[in-house]
T-cell receptor, first 113, second 114 residues
Framework: GNSVTQMEGPVTLSEEAFLTINCTYTATGYPSLFWYVQYPGEGLQLLLKATKADDKGSNKGFEATYRKETTSFHLEKGSVQVSDSAVYFCALSVPDTGNQFYFGTGTSLTVIP | EAQVTQNPRYLITVTGKKLTVTCSQNMNHEYMSWYRQDPGLGLRQIYYSMNVEVTDKGDVPEGYKVSRKEKRNFPLILESPSPNQTSLYFC?????????????FGPGTRLTVT
């Protein structure tokens, strides 16, 4: 079946630290991969995506590369800010096999000044 | 402003009392979906729709119904709510049906069933 496994949280970092949130997936076809972010009290927003192997998604200093060989889509940022404090969700869909979406359990990030 | 709206935002109800959570989008999106968010479980898809009159079950459809009579609206119906349906619910929509497009999420509906 299809599933997403992401790093357990919570994660606490100091401002300007390097961030990695691990995400691995299992998919029966050729998935598209996403990172969504949820700020307190809000719905989810797309952070970045990649739709084929070796694609790199990037946005607001965050990056993730679609690695088919390791079935991974790890989220990275070189220097986090207090405003990056949020919950991050890795997700996949498998186009052309029903368009269901599968989300990870979420990783809570707190950045302290 | 492009948005997905949900109503109500908060709801407390009793076991067995039918309820409907409305969802509406103004972006002319084909794809709409309902999720529930529970601590430690992330988001799980309840139902989705790829167009008017086309709906499919997600991972956790038991106890829920949906309909898609108009492109902009996708209500979630709980015919006989139970306490295990206490959760935070999100509606989302996206352009097209490829599964590759960004989903736009509503603000969420927090439901408590006593």
């Amino acid at each position: 079946g299809n599933s997403v496994t992401q790093m357990e949280g919570p994660v606490t970092l100091s401002e300007e630290a390097f961030l990695t949130i691990n995400c691995t997936y299992t998919a029966t076809g050729y998935p598209s991969l996403f990172w969504y972010v949820q700020y307190p009290g809000e719905g989810l927003q797309l952070l970045l995506k990649a739709t084929k192997a070796d694609d790199k998604g990037s946005n607001k200093g965050f990056e993730a590369t679609y690695r088919k060989e390791t079935t991974s889509f790890h989220l990275e940022k070189g220097s986090v800010q207090v405003s990056d404090s949020a919950v991050y969700f890795c997700a996949l869909s498998v186009p052309d096999t029903g368009n269901q979406f599968y989300f990870g359990t979420g990783t809570s990030l707190t950045v302290i000044p | 402003e492009a948005q997905v709206t949900q109503n109500p935002r908060y709801l407390i109800t009793v076991t067995g009392k039918k309820l409907t959570v409305t969802c509406s989008q103004n972006m002319n999106h084909e794809y709409m979906s309902w999720y529930r968010q529970d601590p430690g479980l992330g988001l799980r898809q309840i139902y989705y729709s790829m167009n008017v009159e086309v709906t499919d079950k997600g991972d956790v459809p038991e106890g829920y119904k949906v309909s898609r009579k108009e492109k902009r609206n996708f209500p979630l119906i709980l015919e006989s709510p139970s306490p295990n349906q206490t959760s935070l619910y999100f509606c989302a929509s996206s352009r097209g049906t490829s599964g590759r497009a960004e989903q736009y999420f509503g603000p969420g509906t927090r439901l408590t069933v006593t």
